[in-house]
């Protein structure tokens, strides 16, 4: 008579149980790139999530292949290719916004940090715009507007924790810059 083998809820007559295949490793999570604009009165520039007025986020999104390769500047000053993160910014400002960055407004690396999800993400803060418009038209993934920056860390905002990573890397920064 031949053995029965459990297989995860039917019986398997005929010899030993069959391998498990091995476990896959989760995909790489696609990084993101996230832009810091402030204006001269503090206040920034921000998006609410649809038409939810109490949830804000700052412009951002993840890196598309059209977006193309780079080298990236590494936090220890290493430089590896990549993701093209820095056009990835400038496309996502323009695209939530209707923003176009000037090729002379600099887009300066801030902070990195990976999200819950493990999504790295890659923070910058554009420097040097010569042109910020008051007010702006409606877009469908959501409002953009001037904000002061404690608005994005409300309780009902789904980025809070992500938007204290970057608020306390701005003021780290300046602090740096004013020495």
Known sequence: MS?????????WAGGPALPRPPEQPPEPKVPAAVVYLERPDGRVLALTRGNDYADWHLPGGKWEPGDGEAGNVLDGGAIATGPNLRRTAWREVSEETGIRLDADAGLRPLVSYRT???????????????????????????????????????PTCELAD??????????DDRARRSQ
């Not at 083998?5 to 019986?11: A, E, I, R, S």
């Open 3 to 11: 053995a029965l083998t459990n297989l995860g809820g039917g019986l």
């Open 116 to 154: 819950r999800s493990g999504r790295p993400v890659r923070v910058f803060v554009a420097e040097g715009c010569t042109w910020l418009p008051p007010r702006f038209g409606l877009y469908p993934a959501g409002q953009p507007a001037w904000v002061p920056p404690s608005m994005l860390t409300l």
């Open 162 to 171: 992500e938007a204290e990573i970057i608020l306390r890397a701005v003021a």
